[in-house]
């Protein structure tokens, strides 16, 4: 199988929110990679909060994962500093998901990071998610 990117799995996850129109508002945070898109330099930002703030019957920070493991999704593939904002962002009340893409077998799942972040183990197995699969909202 190729190498993953995540790429391809990012732009389907803006595809699908929009799929909505109006209903729905995704933004994707700039972060190093776009500097470099747009400049042809390599980039420097500051460490984002997520990969996207989603608008949909309420609002939430949207990180997006692609994996392509047989048995369980990750927490390595989690980055430090997003992780860390995620914890504040929920002490503050707020919303934060992330959404994995499984492409073995092309599932998506939405998973609180409430419970990544309550999981003592460092990987949460598909069975355990199963309750998690996600579809295109409507």
Avoid: C
């Avoid at 400049?39 to 392509?68: C, L, M």
């Avoid at 369980?72 to 904002?85: D, G």
């Avoid at 419970?115 to 949460?124: G, H, N």
Wanted: no cysteine; net charge positive; aromatic share 12%.
């Amino acid at each position: 199988m190729a190498k993953n990117t995540g790429k391809p799995s990012e732009q389907e996850f803006e595809s699908i929110w929009n799929k909505l129109g109006k209903s729905a508002w995704v933004w994707r945070v700039v972060d190093a990679a776009e500097v470099r898109g747009r400049t042809g330099k390599i980039g420097f930002t500051r460490s984002a909060p997520s990969d996207y703030i989603v608008a949909h019957n309420g609002v939430h920070f949207a990180e997006v994962k692609s994996t392509q493991d047989d048995t369980a999704f990750r927490f390595s593939l989690l980055r430090k500093i997003p992780s860390a904002m995620a914890i504040m962002i929920l002490a503050a009340g707020g919303d934060y998901f992330v959404y994995i893409h499984r492409l073995p077998t092309n599932e998506w799942f939405r998973v609180p990071y409430a419970m990544i972040r309550d999981t003592e183990k460092r990987s949460l197995t598909w069975q355990e998610l199963k309750g998690h699969r996600w579809s295109m909202p409507s």
